[in-house]
């Protein structure tokens, strides 16, 4: 069957439902929780719903192509992969080994969390002409860092996201009160493989700075992508210190509670790096092909996914991986189809309006 003909998976959100059913209650809430009161975690979601969309009709759109390139390398649709971290507590016999599969089956990047349950060896072996990106974060041992990097590079990854806003690990209230891992105390197969843990825990240095971000510069080639901006003055910042792309994200909401939803903050940073070359991508909430659309017409490159991939893992491994990103990518071309773009070019900032647009047009 078609994976995109499965009535039990119409939606992302089915896999959501059903991975629920399917992993233990402790596992389910370490992926799905937000920080605090989860206003943020909420907001990325409720936001997409805030704006509308204006097509233009009777356009010819017999032919769509999704394709763009970020950082210069070619790929088949604007969604990439977000980095997340022990996949195999999804999906206990490949974890991010079915991620990049799927991955690479639709002509995505897979980005590999530095928290990884799968080597970084292993991921790129199964996905020779894959694109993949390694993300790292500082660490306590520079050492440890360095040779993370020097892996990544020699393993064929093409960039390296770096993450930026996590000096310390976002407060959760629900998930502390059933399950440790919120605080990430790893065991058994639920354990990254390539950083050296102390007491079970990571090490994170949380007395890095933007100097540590021109030191990355300096100590590596691969192009660097700054995630978890959110403002323009970081994304200035940013420029400055010689990143060649931001992800506007806030860590799907598990970090700092009441950043805004980041299909609204997504403009602000677009300004701030204009004319720089710098390219924008956003993570948070994306779930449909009209969120998609929304967030590259409001000035995104390229849109990644955290949790639905997730969920996929959870349901079906490496089919469900790829069934989410099946469904996802044929929203985004009935999308386009419907809106009449042809291509990502032809995607226009007019095609998308808050919906306060609609209320002053009523007055
Ligand atoms: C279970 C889980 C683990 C994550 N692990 C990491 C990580 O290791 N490094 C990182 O930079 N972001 C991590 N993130 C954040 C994601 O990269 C991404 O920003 C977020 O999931 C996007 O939101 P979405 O899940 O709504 O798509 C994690 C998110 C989740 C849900």
């Given at each position: 069957?078609?994976?995109?003909?499965?009535?039990d998976y119409?939606?992302?959100?089915?896999?959501?439902?059903?991975?629920n059913?399917?992993?233990?209650s402790?596992?389910?809430n370490?992926f799905?929780?937000?920080?605090?009161?989860?206003?943020?975690l909420?907001?990325?979601?409720?936001?997409?719903?805030?704006y509308?969309?204006?097509?233009?009709?009777?356009?010819?759109?017999?032919?769509i192509?999704?394709s763009t390139?970020i950082?210069?390398e070619?790929?088949?649709w604007?969604?990439?992969l977000?980095?997340?971290?022990?996949?195999?507590l999804a999906?206990?016999d490949?974890?991010?080994v079915?991620?990049?599969?799927?991955?690479?089956?639709v002509?995505s990047?897979?980005?590999?969390?530095?928290l990884s349950?799968?080597t970084?060896?292993?991921?790129?072996?199964v996905?020779?002409?894959?694109v993949r990106?390694?993300q790292?974060q500082?660490?306590?041992?520079?050492?440890?860092?360095?040779?993370?990097?020097?892996?990544?590079?020699?393993?064929?990854?093409?960039?390296l996201?770096?993450?930026?806003d996590?000096p310390?690990?976002?407060?959760?209230?629900k998930?502390?009160?059933?399950?440790?891992?919120?605080l990430?105390?790893?065991?058994?197969?639920a354990?990254?493989?390539?950083v050296?843990l102390?007491?079970g825990?990571?090490?994170?240095d949380n007395s890095?700075?933007?100097?540590?971000i021109?030191?990355?510069?300096s100590?590596?080639k691969?192009?660097?992508?700054?995630?978890?901006?959110?403002?323009?003055d970081?994304?200035?910042?940013?420029?400055e210190?010689?990143?060649?792309a931001?992800?506007?994200?806030?860590?799907?909401?598990?970090?700092?509670?009441?950043?805004?939803?980041?299909?609204?903050?997504?403009?602000?940073?677009?300004?701030?790096?204009k004319g720089?070359?710098?390219e924008?991508?956003?993570?948070?909430g994306v779930?449909h092909?009209?969120?998609?659309?929304?967030?590259?017409?409001?000035?995104?490159?390229?849109?990644?996914?955290?949790?639905?991939?997730i969920?996929?893992?959870?349901?079906k491994?490496?089919?469900?991986?790829?069934?989410?990103?099946?469904?996802?990518?044929?929203?985004?071309?009935?999308?386009?189809?419907?809106?009449?773009c042809?291509n990502?070019?032809?995607?226009?900032p007019?095609?998308?309006?808050h919906?306060?647009?609609?209320?002053?047009?009523?007055?």
């Open positions: 069957m078609n994976s995109i003909q499965d009535k119409v939606c992302l959100d089915d896999f959501q439902k059903s991975a059913e399917r992993l233990q402790s596992s389910f370490y799905a929780d937000g920080c605090n009161e989860q206003f943020t909420k907001e990325n979601r409720e936001a997409f719903k805030r509308r969309l204006r097509p233009k009709l009777l356009r010819d759109v017999s032919n192509d999704l390139t950082l210069g070619r790929i088949s604007p969604v990439c977000s980095p997340t971290a022990i996949q195999r999906d206990y490949e974890g991010e079915a991620t990049a599969r799927a991955a690479a089956s002509g990047v897979m980005t590999l969390s530095c349950t799968r970084i060896e292993e991921v790129a072996a996905t020779p002409r894959g990106w390694m790292v500082f660490f306590k041992s520079r050492q440890q860092l360095e040779n993370l990097i020097k892996r990544a590079e020699k393993a064929g990854y093409t960039a996201v770096v993450t930026v996590q310390v690990r976002g407060h959760k209230y998930s502390t009160t059933d399950y440790n891992a919120s990430l105390t790893f065991t058994g197969h354990k990254p493989v390539n050296d102390s007491d825990e990571v090490d994170f890095a700075t933007w100097h540590d021109k030191w990355l510069k100590f590596t691969l192009p660097l992508v700054l995630k978890g901006i959110t403002t323009g970081q994304a200035k910042n940013a420029v210190c010689g990143a060649d931001i992800l506007v994200s806030n860590h799907g909401g598990r970090q700092l509670d009441y950043l805004p939803a980041t299909i609204d903050a997504l403009p602000e940073v677009v300004a701030a790096v720089s070359g710098v924008v991508y956003m993570d948070g779930r092909g009209t969120d998609v659309f929304k967030a590259l017409a409001r000035g995104a490159r390229a849109v990644f996914i955290g949790r639905p991939i969920w996929g893992l959870s349901c491994g490496y089919e469900g991986a790829k069934q989410v990103l099946d469904i996802l990518k044929d929203e985004v071309e009935k999308t386009m189809a419907l809106i009449g042809r990502v070019n032809e995607i226009e007019s095609m998308v309006v919906q306060d647009y609609y209320r002053q047009q009523a007055l």
